[in-house]
């Protein structure tokens, strides 16, 4: 199972953190990933890490504001995201895959986690 927290309302140019807590499963072995899904529009590709913490991928939107992590340690993946902008409202979801990170898909989807940014 994946659980993500961390949503809220902020406004622009803040910060959150997101983080997705895994259990259940061998965390340390999948990728890792951040989608999310804006109101009447598609989920979206937000940012993916490699099981060994190599190799992070980004959305071109969020490049150079995001930053995603993990601690195997503790089954979590993160989201750090900066200087927020409205067009980032949208629930945020984690996901588990085996898929390399610049072409990832789940195979494990988490509940989301709503980020609204006002202007």
């Known amino acids: 199972q994946l659980q993500a927290s961390g949503g809220g309302l902020v406004q622009a140019g803040d910060s959150l953190r997101l983080s997705c807590a895994a259990s259940g499963g061998a965390f340390s072995r999948y990728n890792m990933g951040w989608f999310r899904q804006a109101p009447g529009k598609e989920r979206e590709f937000v940012a993916a890490?490699?099981?060994?913490?190599?190799?992070?991928y980004y959305a071109d939107s969020v490049k150079g504001r995001y930053t995603i992590s993990r601690d195997n340690a503790k089954n979590t993946v993160y989201l750090q995201m900066n200087t927020l902008k409205p067009e980032d409202t949208a629930v945020y979801y984690c996901a588990a895959g085996a898929s390399p990170t610049y072409r990832f898909s789940a195979n494990y989807w988490g509940k989301g986690t709503q980020v609204t940014v006002s202007s």
């Open positions: 890490i490699s099981a060994s913490s190599y190799s992070p």
